[in-house]
């Protein structure tokens, strides 16, 4: 069964503070690790895909990477705005499956 | 492009009666799902519908159900809610059937009085 943790549960951190969000995950084979953005009372915003060992995807002060076992959201210098549920999700290769499974996020606020 | 619309927003409904949550996808996408939220749960998978069939089903009981129409719109329903069902139900769309990134929608928060 895949499993997928996300570590910390919630973080706080101070506006220009970076840091790493960590998504560990068990699968019989990676086909895709996915990683949303969730404001309160909205869906998940998708901002990247990562598909093997060694990629790295960036987008402003996010940048994704991702090992044989683990994706890291690393905030270069984060501003308020960045403050959000930070989800993970992988898709396995294997079973014929389309089903991602989700990890239960990290709560990030960020102070002025 | 429009992104996933669900109507409506917000719903409050008493315990065993019946609820219909509506989905339009992206234009182009055939793929459907549906997932609860909820704080304790994180996100759950409810179904999947693709070409106007449903492809996997989550571990949900029969009372939740789903159907998708020809042009993609897709509507769920539960049955005899239960307080238990109150959560946020989002649909989310992607392109292919198979691996592409879902794209959600806002969702449906639903209360059970």
């Known amino acids: 069964e895949d499993q997928v943790t996300q570590s910390p549960e919630a973080l706080r951190l101070q506006e220009g503070e970076s840091s790493s969000l960590n998504c560990s995950y068990t699968?019989?084979?990676?086909?895709?690790l996915f990683w949303y953005r969730q404001d309160p009372g909205k869906g998940p915003e998708f901002l990247f895909t990562?598909?093997?060992a060694g990629e790295e995807k960036e987008k402003e002060r996010l940048k994704a990477t991702l090992t044989k076992k683990e994706s890291f959201l690393h905030i270069t210098a984060p501003k308020p705005e960045d403050s959000a549920t930070y989800l993970c999700?992988?898709?396995?290769?294997?079973?014929?499956?389309?089903?991602?499974?989700f990890g239960r996020g990290t709560s990030l606020i960020v102070h002025p | 492009k429009a992104g996933v619309t669900q109507t409506p927003r917000y719903l409050i409904k008493t315990r065993g009666q019946q609820v219909t949550l509506s989905c339009s996808p992206i234009?182009?996408?055939?793929?459907v799902s549906w997932y609860q939220q909820t704080p304790g749960q994180g996100l759950q998978f409810l179904f999947e519908?693709?070409?106007?069939?449903?492809?996997n089903k989550g571990n949900f009981p029969g009372r939740f159900s789903g159907r998708q129409f020809s042009n993609s719109r897709s509507e769920m329903n539960v049955s005899t809610l239960e307080l238990g069902d109150s959560a946020l139900y989002l649909c989310?769309?992607?392109?292919?059937?198979?691996?592409?990134?879902?794209?959600f929608g806002n969702g449906t928060r639903l209360t059970v009085t």
């Open positions: 989310a769309s992607r392109q292919t059937g198979g691996f592409s990134p879902l794209h």
């Open positions: 699968v019989s084979g990676l086909r895709g």
């Open positions: 990562l598909y093997s």
């Open positions: 999700a992988v898709q396995d290769s294997s079973g014929g499956s389309y089903i991602p499974t």
């Open positions: 234009s182009g996408h055939r793929s």
């Open positions: 519908y693709f070409s106007e069939t449903q492809r």
